[in-house]
């Protein structure tokens, strides 16, 4: 089997790839980190606080890649490693069109890319990673005696790119028609409570009546609340 040259796309306004840039070596590796923004809600007297998801971070990726033109010589007139490092620096700069940098898609192994998607109504596999530039780092370590970079190792950390319909449709997100559950904290009152679960302070007594709670300002930090799924 032939080896497979890792390539980035620059996407068209519609999703398509439009023209495609290969590296010159295939990476040895890159790492995919992924992490979720929590909350830590404090309640008095408990061993350690009350963890909350918030919203989950976008997916990054690192990349090494090298980049060598000693091929061609090393002597004065040898070709500099910029010719082809130059190109994957401008993956960064803004475009005249979107006012923004290019949204790419970086493609190595097909449909055996890591990382498949949560949810969704398609395949759940990916063939490469939707992105934009964060941050490009070049390093030169060789050049020719007349100062002319001949080899060359960039840094690329990328950061992944998703529109709203595209993480509404992976995410599959079902109905929240099902009774939750809130831990008030020190100071909240049950009109604060009402108040994010549905948008409405004067509902308090909705949460109220669902706990049986007689008196909504003696109610301790700490207490595990039933918010009811539908209001009556």
Known sequence: MNPQKAMFYRLNPDGTPGAGLAVQFNPTEYTLAKTNQIAEVPIPGLDSPILQFVRGQAETFAVELFFDSTEAGTAVNATPVTDSTDKFYDLIKIESGSHAPPVLLFSWGGTHFPGRRAGGTGSNSRNGFKCVVESVRQRYTLF??????LRAVVTLALREYKTLAEQ?????LQSADHTKAHVLAEGETLSRVAYLAYDDPARWRVIAEANDIDDPLDVAPGTVLALPRTLP
């Open 144 to 149: 020719d005696p007349a100062g002319v970079p």
């Open 168 to 172: 509404v449709d992976q995410l599959n």
